[in-house]
């Protein structure tokens, strides 16, 4: 059964929890001390040891990425917080920074203080203008009392914590594209190098980040690395906030360790499906995901391993249920839809790729596709993956693959023609 | 158009946060926004000026991002949430009663100029849909009733 663990969400029910005095009186800012006992290395290595993976959707190591970071180059280190939040299923970092934004402060803290960084933005979705003011609010109670500014809790440390607001574009949720918005241009993705390297912003080292990520930062400076891998499994450490979103009984944003059974998860948080109807699909980790039928979700666990095994990915945590008198076609164009209209328009086969197929599925829905056309939206997907700057494109030909692959009988018992 | 004084100061302590003042870009452009309700070709230009940038970098950079109204809205801009948590719970009966509450389509404007109405993508509230966000303030788990309500609140209000 379900082991209940809140590590990041320790403090969501407290009231007021985003008030700096509640903050104080429970638990935050508490590691400051320990942190300055610590050398930037030492830092980057409890990360490393610890576990912790990127929870923005990718999953990488905190710690390796933060080891790319030069600790004594002659240009200034910028940490950059992602809270783009665009994936549709994902709203777990808004969570963080309405009801616990003094531990992204910390969190920030603490991983600026490791790579040598005295200038944070966060970049967040232009949307979330309501939460963005709780965190500013947060932002500037700790100015006021000097955990942020000049020589900050009188370390001699300086530290500027900036928000900067998006303006609607999914895109910007990509690491360099984010970047490139930051930077104040379109946001369209940069090429990958060949070797690994930290972001730049601005020519600057750059290392980029999940709210949720930098969040989990204070508990593992705090009770130390094993602590944190105490939870979770061998290679998914730790816990994440996942959510429930769709026809579920009780959505929401529930923390669990990696490891977790879906089913159990589905059915403790989410008191089962809704109005009693059956399962019929699970998209796992935000929409990038690849579908799941009920019966594949029947004995899988919340890791990133698991997921990767079964063809799909853990992602952003975030799975939106799904019941048994859904159209899937009509679930599919819905999706199609969103990506045909986010695609940043750089890369001809995901701008035009993701129009194609927005197209034919219409005229599945409208009856006047035939068979050929289910097909031609395979091979449409085939030319999206492995040809594009970014992932999009080939997330994209993974969900119409899911849907398709998995759901066929559906698609086609909208054809009527030859 | 030019800043107002209140937004020059702002500008100002801005500059202060960015290493380049290209990054200036999104910031002031929300500035207009607020300052005018939309973002027009003039103030394109102002904001050119502040970020060393041409008025046409400055433009394509405005038209990339969805929230920035390059045409004047409504008081009220009502943007409704179509994608697929928020259809699986019940999106289409939300944006068909505004629809008919309002009678106007997607992307248009109240002929006394109160409302405009969009369907957006994924507005981050999935586990409190169908949503809807009006001007910077969600309404979640709406339903038509609760529509019609917000609605006639927001027009006596004008
Ligand atoms: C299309 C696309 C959208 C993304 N959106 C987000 C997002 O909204 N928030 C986020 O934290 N990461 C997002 N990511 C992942 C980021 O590129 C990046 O990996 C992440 O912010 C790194 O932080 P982490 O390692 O702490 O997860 C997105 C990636 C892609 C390809
Ligand atoms: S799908 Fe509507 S808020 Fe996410």
């Known amino acids: ?418 | 158009m030019t800043f107002s004084s209140k937004n020059l100061q702002k500008i100002e302590q801005l500059k202060k946060k960015y290493p380049k003042v290209e990054a200036l870009t999104l910031p002031l452009l929300w500035i207009v926004q607020y300052q005018e309700g939309y973002i027009s070709l003039d103030a394109i230009k102002e904001v050119a000026k502040y970020c060393n940038k041409s008025a046409m970098e400055v433009y394509s950079v405005a038209s990339f991002y969805t929230m920035f109204n390059l045409q004047p809205v409504g008081k009220y801009h009502i943007q409704v949430c179509k994608t697929l948590s928020c259809k699986l719970c019940g999106q289409e009966d939300i944006f068909s009663s505004l629809k008919n509450i309002l009678d106007i389509n997607t992307n248009q404007t109240t002929d006394d100029n109160l409302f405009t109405l969009s369907q957006v993508e994924c507005l981050g509230s999935c586990g409190t849909s169908p949503v809807m966000e009006i001007n910077d303030k969600y309404y979640e788990n709406l339903t038509p009733q609760k529509v019609e309500d917000i609605i006639n609140d927001l027009s006596k209000k004008s």
């Open chain 1, 1 to 418: 059964m379900i082991k209940e663990v809140k590590i990041v969400s320790k403090n969501f029910d407290i009231p007021n929890s985003h008030n700096i005095e509640v903050a104080l009186k429970n638990g935050r800012y508490s590691s400051i001390d320990k942190l300055w006992s610590y050398n930037n290395q030492d830092i980057i290595d409890i990360v490393k040891d610890s576990g912790l993976r990127g929870k923005g959707g990718g999953g990488a190591s905190a710690g390796d990425k933060w080891a790319l970071m030069p600790l004594d180059g002659d240009k200034p280190n910028y940490l950059v917080i992602n809270c783009d939040e665009s994936e549709p299923g994902t709203f777990k970092d808004r969570e963080i920074i309405s009801k616990d934004p003094h531990l992204l402060i910390e969190g920030i803290i603490y991983s600026a203080y490791a790579i040598n960084s005295h200038q944070a933005y966060i970049y967040i979705r232009g949307e979330y203008k309501e939460f963005q003011d709780i965190l500013q609010s947060a932002i500037d109670e700790a100015y006021s009392k000097n955990f942020l500014g000049e020589n900050i809790f009188n370390r001699g440390y300086n530290l500027d914590i900036t928000i900067h607001r998006g303006a609607g574009a999914y895109i910007c949720g990509e690491k360099s594209a984010l970047l490139e918005s930051l930077e104040g241009k379109r946001g369209h993705p940069r090429l990958k190098p060949h070797q690994k390297e930290p972001e730049w912003y601005f020519d600057n080292p750059t290392l980029v980040n999940n709210v949720e990520t930098i969040a989990s930062v204070p508990f593992i400076i705090n009770n130390g690395a094993e602590a944190y891998k105490s939870y979770g499994t061998e290679l998914s450490s730790g816990t994440l906030l996942f959510a429930l979103s769709g026809h579920i009984k009780n959505r929401g944003v529930y923390e669990a360790e990696f490891g977790t059974s879906m089913m159990d998860y589905i059915n403790h948080y989410g008191g089962g499906i809704r109005d009693n109807k059956k399962l019929k699909a699970v998209i796992p980790g935000g929409a990038s995901t690849t579908i799941l039928t009920a019966k594949e979700v029947e004995n899988i666990t919340l890791d990133y391993e698991s997921l990767r095994a079964i063809g799909s990915s853990l992602g952003t945590g975030g799975m939106i249920i799904i019941d048994e008198d859904t159209n899937m076609v009509e679930a599919l164009k819905n999706l199609v839809e969103f990506y045909h209209h986010e695609s940043c328009g750089q890369c001809t086969p995901c701008r035009e790729g993701s129009s194609w197929v927005d197209t034919i599925m219409k005229s599945i829905l409208d009856g006047v596709a035939n068979n050929r056309d289910i097909d031609k939206i395979l091979e449409i997907a085939n030319t999206m993956n492995g040809k594009t700057v970014c992932v999009f494109a080939p997330a994209l030909a993974d969900v119409i693959r899911g849907f398709i692959l998995k759901f066929r009988d559906e698609f086609e018992g909208y054809i009527k023609v030859d």
